[in-house]
């Protein structure tokens, strides 16, 4: 199970640290990612963190996995970046990084981040 907090509003030129706690396993081996939607749009990739530390996308991602845990670092926030944060794993082995959501097969909740004034 995923588990991401951290959401809220902020304002514009802000920051904001989403975290994921997994648990039920140990995700050491997997490779761990942020996406989210918008109100309206189809759901993007924002980054991702292989286990090696392979990073691919926006924002800044760590992971600590004696917590289990995969935080995200947004700053000098937009309006745009408003939008439902999801946090998603998939087992990695490789460095191979994935950016699709299907590709993915845990996914959290999600945690609601609005950016505005």
């Known amino acids: 199970q995923l588990q991401a907090s951290g959401g809220g509003l902020v304002q514009p030129g802000g920051s904001l640290r989403l975290s994921c706690a997994a648990s039920g396993g140990t995700f050491s081996r997997h490779t761990m990612a942020w996406f989210r939607q918008a109100p309206g749009k189809e759901r993007e990739f924002v980054a991702a963190?292989?286990?090696?530390?392979t990073v691919k996308g926006r924002f800044t991602i760590s992971r600590d996995n004696a917590k289990n845990t995969v935080y995200l670092q947004m700053n000098s926030l937009k309006p745009e970046d408003t939008a439902v944060y999801y946090c998603?794993?998939?087992?990695?082995?490789?460095?191979?990084?994935?950016?699709?959501?299907?590709?993915?097969?845990?996914w959290g909740q999600g945690t609601l981040v609005t950016v505005s004034s």
């Open positions: 963190l292989s286990w090696s530390g």
């Open positions: 998603a794993a998939d087992y990695q082995p490789t460095n191979y990084v994935p950016t699709k959501g299907y590709e993915y097969e845990y």
